[in-house]
């Protein structure tokens, strides 16, 4: 089966640093890999993706992942954390063989706190 | 354009009430999903509707639980005989039906069994 563990409960990082979320997956073919944030009390929002080709994949609002195949993992990085960036973040990964649809299976979510 | 939409935004009922949730998907997506978010977690996935394919139902708790989908469009999420441990943020997502794309989520309907 499909999961993805998300070992911190929660980052705490500065204004201006940089801050990692990390991110491991345990898959049966090929993992198709998702980031999201979630602002409190809204739904979530899709950051990036990894389906295949390059192992650096660039998302929105600075955030970008690193794919990596031989730890299993898709830790999610920004250079310079920004205040607004203090949030939820989900890794998930899609169930399901082919190409098409397949429901998301979920990390328990990491909160992000980026003080000034 | 319009994202997912959702209703009611919150929802209080009694334990053994019955309630329905509703969920417009984006215009155009022909895969729709229900998630529940319980306090403090990670997103549980109940159901899947792709297209006219019969859905996934393998994530629904209890025979409590159904959900419909008319065509492309709309769907409700219903719960009977509603008990306190379904209290929980349920969230619609919807999607392209090709390769692999992401899903757009709406807000959720919070919902609170008293």
């Known amino acids: 089966a499909q999961s993805v563990a998300q070992p911190e409960d929660q980052v705490n990082v500065a204004e201006g640093n940089p801050l990692t979320v990390k991110c491991t997956y345990s898959v049966s073919g090929n993992p198709y890999l998702f980031w999201y944030v979630q602002y409190p009390n809204r739904g979530l929002q899709f950051l990036l993706k990894?389906?295949?080709?390059?192992?650096l994949v660039k998302g929105s609002y600075g955030f970008e992942a690193e794919f990596n195949k031989s730890q299993t993992s898709f830790h999610l990085k920004k250079p310079s954390a920004l205040v607004s960036d203090s949030a939820l973040y989900f890794c998930?990964?899609?169930?399901?063989?082919?190409?098409?649809?397949?429901?998301?299976?979920f990390g328990q979510g990491t909160e992000l706190s980026v003080k000034p | 354009g319009a994202g997912v939409s959702q209703s009611p935004s919150n929802k209080v009922t009694e334990k053994g009430k019955d309630v329905e949730l509703r969920c417009d998907p984006i215009s155009g997506h022909t895969a729709l999903y229900w998630y529940r978010q319980r306090l403090g977690q990670g997103l549980e996935f109940l159901i899947y509707?792709?297209?006219?394919?019969?859905?996934?139902k393998s994530g629904l708790p209890s025979d409590r639980f159904s959900a419909e989908r008319t065509g492309e469009s709309v769907s409700t999420l219903t719960i009977q005989r509603t008990q306190q441990e379904d209290s929980a943020v349920y969230l619609c997502?919807?999607?392209?039906?090709?390769?692999?794309?992401?899903?757009?989520f709406g807000p959720g309907t919070r919902l609170t069994v008293l």
């Open positions: 990894y389906i295949t080709g390059d192992n």
């Open positions: 998930a990964v899609r169930d399901g063989a082919g190409v098409q649809g397949g429901k998301l299976i």
């Open positions: 997502a919807s999607s392209v039906q090709r390769e692999v794309n992401e899903q757009f």
């Open positions: 509707f792709q297209g006219n394919s019969a859905p996934d």
